[in-house]
């Protein structure tokens, strides 16, 4: 299931998530028009290392990385499928939590995405980049605010509508099991990082969870 677009978006101007799609857009075409080694000077500066966690003079450096990793993007598809995402889930998401407390939980399940990416793989050198764990605690917020109301979905061949959790349950079921893999084969495992997605997925549930009582009550 392909999530295609929101059938019934909020009156509200989701700035905050157009602004993201701008930001990721702007960052990786001036990222991939770059000269190969300007491209990898910007790889090191951003992009988020375990690894360098612990090897790191400074303790700061490789955290802020983390939130600096969300920006790039390893190929047009990479970005093209987090920003899809993004474009279907994060409309109502931000319509129900606003846009300061939306940019905090984005944020916020990017940069548990990268602690739990260096809690399962801290020797990990491959450069971890993209918006991906943060989509996934959007993603998670969908699932506590709206989970009943459709998404148009790419269904095999045809588009159907269905509640937003079963796209959403998929997705996490795809994300478990790969991780599940990459953990049973270092090869695959260090093409994606899948615990970046699931612990973004967690912050997100876990975040939204916390704030439902008090957006109900405003």
Known sequence: MIPLWEPNPSRKTPWVTWSILLLCAVAFAFHRTRDPYTQREWLDAMAFVPSQVDKAAETLGPWARAISSLWLHTS??????????????????????????????????????AIAQW????????PMVGASAA???????????????????LNLVKVDRLPAYMPIVGWFIVQAVATYTAFRNVAIGRTAAN???????????????????????E
């Not at 995402?85 to 939306?102: C, I, S, T």
């Not at 989509?135 to 979905?153: D, T």
């Not at 970046?196 to 109900?216: E, N, P, Q, T, V």
Request: charged fraction near 15%.
């Open 76 to 113: 047009i598809a990479h970005l093209a499928v987090n920003m899809l995402y993004l474009w279907v889930f994060g409309d109502r998401v931000e319509a129900v939590l606003g846009p300061a407390r939306f940019a905090a939980l984005f944020l916020s399940a990017g940069f548990v995405g």
């Open 135 to 153: 989509i996934a605690g959007v993603l998670a917020a969908r699932l506590v605010f709206e989970p009943k109301e459709p998404i148009a979905v």
């Open 119 to 126: 809690a399962t793989t801290p020797a990990a050198s491959v």
């Open 195 to 217: 615990a970046a997605h699931l612990g973004g997925f967690f912050a997100g549930l876990a975040i939204a969870w916390l704030l439902r009582k008090s957006i109900r009550e």
